[in-house]
């Protein structure tokens, strides 16, 4: 057993952990000269754990801006001049102490920069632990760095990204939805999803599905980045994570099936 300054509780830590990860296989080469793997001092923005920070916090805005998106949403079951009236509601919030759109505009920029900080952070996590372990584990082991996670997590954010960019040409600017830019909001979502642009609905339900797992595992992560997930804290979290993932998801799916299945026209 190695022992540590800080005694012999320490030491135990420190071999659990080593347990717990497991070790390489293979030889792993020394980091390449003038590359540091490491730039950033801990506690850093640009440093592992700055960036794991910056990872929880734009996810928790998006999180936060996806529950009050599908609340909006969920209006359409109320009918047409409910919706219209809640899509109007979100351009003149404010007014007349603020211009027009200002919420909207401000709403519009946080997004804009937590998609982007959250794309950041995980490529640049992502490149860091390649460049940490240059030799492939030589066993194919369940593990954070090559497992279902990881690929769940990369392939669904592109994914994601993706639906995104149609959903927003789509449903925001009406540039490929049969209602068009000038159609009103209810009118593009039920012309959107009618069911011969049945493709349309699939490509929803598989990104929607994909944007499920990534939220239960993303915020699981972020639970565990910020010292919650252990102890009386680790299953509440788990279910808690996968439960707003679940209901999130059911929420939005609710949409394009009701005005595909014709519940909604
Ligand atoms: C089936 C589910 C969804 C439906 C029916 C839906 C519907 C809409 C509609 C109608 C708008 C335009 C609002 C307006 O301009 O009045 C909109 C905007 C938007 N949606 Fe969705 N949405 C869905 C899922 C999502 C998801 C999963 C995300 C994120 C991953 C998302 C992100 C956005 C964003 C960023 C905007 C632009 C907001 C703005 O104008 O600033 N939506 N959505």
């Known amino acids: 057993m190695t022992w540590t300054d800080d005694g012999p509780l320490r030491s135990v830590r420190y071999v659990t952990a080593t347990i717990n990860r497991g070790s390489a296989t293979a030889p792993v080469s020394p980091p390449t000269p003038g590359k540091p793997v490491h730039t950033a001092p801990p506690g850093k923005l640009g440093s592992s754990n700055g960036k794991k920070a910056v990872m929880a916090v734009t996810g928790a805005i998006m999180v ?27 351009r003149t919030v404010g007014e007349p102490a603020v211009p027009p759109r200002t919420v909207l505009t401000i709403v519009e920029i946080v997004l804009s920069v937590s998609v982007l900080l959250h794309m950041w952070s995980a490529i640049s996590l992502a490149r860091r632990a390649r460049r940490a372990r240059p030799v492939k584990y030589a066993a194919r082991r369940k593990s954070q760095a090559s497992g279902y996670a990881v690929r769940t997590m990369r392939y669904g954010g592109v ?43 699939v490509f929803y339900v598989v990104a929607l599905v994909m944007l499920g797992l990534h939220l239960r ?3 699981w992560s972020a639970f565990q980045t910020l010292g919650l997930a252990h102890g009386r804290g680790y299953r509440p979290l788990k279910v808690t994570a996968a439960a707003v993932a679940v209901v999130l998801v059911l929420g939005f799916l609710s949409v394009p099936l009701a005005v595909t299945f014709g519940v909604v026209k």
């Not at 149609?166 to 959107?192: C, M, S």
């Open 159 to 201: 994914i994601i990204l993706l639906f995104l960019i149609w959903h927003l040409l789509d449903l925001t600017f009406g540039a490929v939805n049969p209602a068009g830019a000038e159609g009103l909001p209810y009118d593009r979502i039920v012309q959107g999803f009618a069911a011969g642009r049945w493709p349309v609905t």
């Open 217 to 219: 595992h993303g915020m």
């Open 64 to 90: 936060l801006y996806l529950v009050a998106h599908v609340v909006g949403n969920l209006k359409i079951f109320y009918g047409a001049d409910t919706f219209n009236e809640y899509a109007h509601w979100l």
